[in-house]
């Protein structure tokens, strides 16, 4: 039996001191000074620690961040002069796809390594819209191990990416086909090429390198490759913008390349194929209306690998109404199912993709695998103000990042992500990841369960405003 | 807060907190041993200093002592005790806000120096999230305290989920059939309906108590909720924990739970019980085994589980004996035979088949098919399974419902479900959509003065002392107090759902099950 996959992951403290979510406010007038604050009713000593860090100035400050909001100094304050309030700061991470509960979430996975967990059911709202309005199903007995995900059997999440043959062809008990080359992750997570804005200092280094040490693939620019002389290049997927004068560049010895889309792609794949023997082209689609054709068309005409790039909350790109990357990757899956040509080409998904969640379930609508990129960033401590974009300077110095620490930081989060994916996994007896491809059978849909339960005894529905 | 001693000094009583430990530890159970529990509302106060409301009141220098907004609040916000000169600071969780202005008790017109002034309380609005709103958090600790349905000025029935219970509403007829009282009200809610030779159990109100397990929860919170469930003739039940000796005085309102850790699953476990409950999943984290995390596995939770302290306690899914309803049937009539006058309850999550399962349940030979839906829970689990996995409880109380009517057998099995149910209306919701009853967990937690800061799993355990086993923090609260509270909470619990009942015209809580047309869903038309 071949050894698990494991991803180690080990702390990595933050830089910077982190946003927390909860703050306590104290007016100062009026405080007896009985210090019942600070030294009796905290259970998790912040206010303590407080002290000492403030005395011995070792790393960052991080009550804050860590007040959990038990309110038990509030309301055993002599006074009655605490109140809490929730952090200002706090509120304004991100944005209404990267939540600053996401955000926080994703901080926590990148330092630890480890699965968020916590008590007292589930708070959010019933559902949502994209991913919210997905529940995977689990199963009540069957489960894929004998002795659950923790035990010796195995759970795979591995996933090849390149053509494959729609069947296979004899003579005389000779193989006549040469089977196209596959590459395979141990993970059906990529890393997807960094935004402009976001390639600074040792970022895309940091990137690159985490992926050659849980063995994925960094999508990479010819730029930055070059650059870095070819150090990063055994996991990296170099993204081709000028395919003619590729001869003596990057992709050089890549077993797998990337183009972007292009009325001459299939040329231009057949060329580079001519001269890297071995290689593997990806053809990275702007996931726009329409582009369900536009894939099809492409895994007619032999494409090996296609990414639907979405933007980065998961929509269609220019549309007046666009649709989620959960509807989109459901037709184009079924399109190529119904055309018997599903099996022969690789569906890779990207954008607003930004919780383990979203892993299985873009997997589940029909991909075999993910790109990501946000979350890669968030994992370096960014918090999405945006300041770079708007040529401003970074508030958590991203360009001085070592490539070590953000390596480690990408790693843990993808420990963390893993471990979710094989509860998720497990949760629905599922046994191997590829299993997992547009098996709607393991998921309910908001929309479904609303009409056979509510829409059965309550009519229609009032139309979604 | 003040006693007049014998020899006629005034001095004041050491407050809660400052009370050195009176009693020994729990070691000794005669200490706690009541013959009777009372279903008698007494107020039982919060045991914080200050207590949070959805309103502050803060009085200003201008105060003259002149007692008028003693005389005028009617809520007990403003307390002058006796032989006082100045009134005390204000008991502002109680007050009910500017809506008191139209009742001629508002204290704020009637303060001659206009000293007082009414604001929102910025603590509250940082409580609880979509489901647990803090209005919901609020209205039970007021329920808890009083033990009579909360103010209007709470929001007491819905959160705001967006979804399910908190988008569906009562259609009540214009006037209740003439004849018809509150007194004569049942809320009965009968357990078996096999009609086999096992005892007919019959519990006063339609919800017991969850399971939470001894290591994961405060014994005296545990302890509590037993008591409350012999004074309403009803159930609590013991987690996978292990059966606590302590539960014993209570032994016919607790039901034996066999998971599959299978802590404490011994003969004579099985044998006390009037139920045993098997846990096939729960509804926090379907698919997934229960999880006790290191830090709470102290000597005694150890002990009880005959495992190391200090290990993370991985119950394992599914039971390994049953891979099919076969080897359920097995399940079941392993505790028939150990125990013949027992029912048996399977308890399990809401997979897209959950209604084969109820019926799978049925033909094996269960009683009680307890539905658990996936946005409950008090447990620690992953935020990926508690979001993300199976489906809410809303949607599978309808399916087993009318499943199990297809198949003939609805008057067969008792169906319950829990997972998500924070109100006596979500209760009389869950019940018009099919089901017999419910089971409840994080409200009774709630009323023991849980903010849901879902901090229950990590280090020490919970710091409101409920959700923990460090012994410094479970000295917090105490047995009778917990006792008081959720006996209070389901007074009000009860009060408020024979209210409904009253105004739906319907004289038990029997005649309420799979009254969908009595139910309107906010984004509906409402014309099936």
Not at chain 2, 291 to 300: A, E, M, Q, V
Request: charged share 25%; aromatic share 6%; net charge neutral.
């Amino acid at each position: 039996m071949p050894a698990k996959y494991v991803i180690h992951h080990k702390t990595a403290k933050p830089r910077f001191r982190p946003i927390g979510k909860l703050g306590i406010v104290e007016w100062r007038e009026d405080c007896s000074g009985c210090h019942n604050c600070v030294k009796r009713d905290c259970v998790y000593r912040l206010y303590r620690d407080e002290a000492d860090t403030l005395r011995n100035e070792v790393g960052y400050l991080d009550y804050i961040y860590q007040c959990k909001g038990c309110l038990n100094c509030i309301q055993n304050c002599t006074k009655n002069i605490l109140t809490r309030v929730v952090n200002p700061e706090f509120r304004r991470l991100g944005d209404g796809y990267y939540t600053p509960d996401l955000i926080l979430s994703t901080w926590y996975q990148a330092e630890t390594g480890k699965i968020p967990v916590s008590g007292a059911g589930y708070g959010g709202p019933f559902s949502g819209p994209g991913f919210d309005s997905m529940w995977t199903d689990m199963s009540e007995i069957v489960r894929p191990t004998r002795d659950g995900i923790h035990g010796r059997e195995y759970i795979s999440t591995s996933v090849d990416i390149g053509r494959k043959l729609p069947h296979l062809e004899f003579e005389n008990g000779r193989l006549m086909d040469d089977p196209p080359p596959l590459a395979e992750t141990p993970l059906p997570v990529i890393f997807d090429r960094i935004p402009p804005h976001w390639r600074r200092g040792a970022v895309t280094s940091a990137v690159a390198m985490a992926a050659a040490e849980i063995g994925t693939l960094a999508i990479l620019d010819e730029a930055s490759l070059r650059e870095s002389g070819g150090s990063l290049r055994s996991h990296a997927i170099p993204f081709i913008t000028a395919p003619h004068a590729a001869t003596a560049n990057p992709a050089e010895a890549a077993t797998l390349v990337m183009i972007p889309d292009g009325p001459d792609v299939m040329a231009v794949q057949t060329a580079l194929k001519r001269e890297h023997s071995a290689g593997i082209v990806a053809i990275r689609i702007p996931a726009a209306p329409g582009v369900t054709g536009r894939a099809a068309d492409l895994a007619r005409g032999g494409a090996d690998v296609i990414q639907l790039a979405f933007d980065s909350h998961g929509r269609e790109r220019g549309a007046a109404q666009p649709r989620h990357l959960r509807d989109v990757l459901r037709d184009t899956h079924t399109t190529l199912v119904r055309e018997g040509i599903r099996d022969e080409v690789t569906l890779i998904a990207s954008g607003g993709i930004a919780a383990a969640e979203h892993v299985a379930k873009a997997i589940i609508c029909g991909a075999d695998m993910v790109a990501i990129d946000v979350p890669l960033i968030l994992a370096l401590e960014c918090r999405l103000c945006g300041e770079c974009e708007r040529g401003q300077p970074c508030p958590i110095a991203l360009e001085e990042i070592d490539a070590g620490f953000g390596a480690r930081r990408i790693v843990n989060l993808m420990a963390a992500w893993h471990s979710q994916l094989l509860e998720m996994l497990g949760a629905m007896g599922i046994r191997e990841v590829r299993r997992l491809r547009g098996e709607t059978g393991r998921c309910m849909f908001f929309e479904d369960l609303e009409r056979d339960t509510f829409g059965r005894w309550f009519g229609k529905r009032k139309t979604d405003s | 807060m003040v006693r007049q001693e014998e020899n006629g000094l005034v001095s004041t009583v050491p407050s809660n907190r400052h009370r050195p430990e009176s009693r020994p530890q729990d070691a000794s159970p005669e200490r706690f041993e009541y013959a009777d529990v009372s279903r008698r509302i007494r107020p039982a106060p919060p045991r914080y200093r200050n207590e949070i409301g959805k309103f502050g009141i803060h009085r200003g220098p201008q105060c003259a002592a002149c007692g008028r907004c003693v005389d005028t609040c009617r809520h007990g916000v403003h307390v002058r005790p006796e032989g006082y000169l100045h009134v005390m600071r204000p008991y502002d969780y109680r007050c009910i806000g500017p809506g008191c202005g139209d009742t001629g008790s508002y204290c704020i017109d009637a303060c001659p120096q206009g000293a007082l002034k009414l604001a929102v309380n910025p603590v509250s609005e940082t409580m609880g999230d979509c489901r647990w709103t803090p209005d919901l958090l609020l209205s039970t600790w007021a329920m808890a305290e009083t033990g009579r349905p909360p103010g209007n000025h709470l929001e007491s029935e819905v959160g705001a989920s967006g979804g399910g219970f908190d988008r569906l509403r009562f259609r009540f007829p214009d006037s209740p059939p003439p004849g018809l009282s509150r007194e004569d009200i049942s809320t009965k809610l009968l357990l078996n309906r096999r009609g086999d030779s096992r005892p007919r159990i019959e519990i006063d109100i339609p919800w017991y108590g969850g399971g939470m397990s001894f290591g994961s929860t405060n014994l005296r919170a545990l302890l509590g909720k037993a008591r409350v469930a012999k004074a309403f003739n009803g159930f609590t039940c013991t987690g996978e924990g292990g059966y606590p000796e302590r539960f014993i005085p209570y032994k016919d309102h607790v039901i034996t739970q066999v998971a599959t850790g299978l802590f404490g699953v011994r003969e004579e476990t099985i044998q006390r019980a009037r139920i045993v409950e098997f846990k096939y999943a729960q509804g926090a984290k379907p698919g997934l085994g229960g999880h006790l995390l290191g830090d709470k596995n102290t000597p005694s939770v150890a002990a009880m589980r005959e495992t190391v302290q200090g290990v993370s306690l991985f119950s394992p899914f599914p039971f390994h004996s049953v891979y099919s309803v076969e080897d359920h049937q097995k399940h079941l009539d392993w505790i028939a035979h150990v125990n013949p006058r027992a029912l048996l309850s399977a308890k399990v999550s809401t997979p897209g088949d959950v209604d084969m399962v109820a019926v799978g349940i049925y033909y094996a030979g269960g009683h009680i098919v307890h539905l658990d839906g996936s946005y409950g829970g008090t447990g620690a689990a992953p935020n990926v399974a508690k979001k993300n996995i199976a489906m809410p409880i809303e949607y599978a109380i309808g399916r087993v419902h009318q499943f199990l009517v297809a198949e003939g057998i609805r008057d067969k099995i008792t169906v319950i479900a829990s997972g998500g149910i924070r109100t006596p209306a979500d209760v009389a919701k869950a019940i018009a959509m099919g089901a017999d009853g419910c089971v409840i967990g994080t409200a009774e937690l709630v009323a023991l003065g849980c903010i849901r800061c879902t901090a229950c799993e990590s280090g020490r355990g919970c710091a409101r002392g409920i959700a923990t086993t460090d012994d410094e923090l479970l000295k917090m609260v105490d047995v009778e107090w917990c006792t008081q509270r959720l006996v209070n909470l389901y007074a009000a619990w009860r009060q408020m759902l024979v209210d409904l009942l009253f105004r739906l015209g319907l004289d038990s809580v029997s005649a309420l099950r799979g009254r969908i047309d009595l139910l309107g869903h906010l984004d509906y038309e409402n014309e099936a």
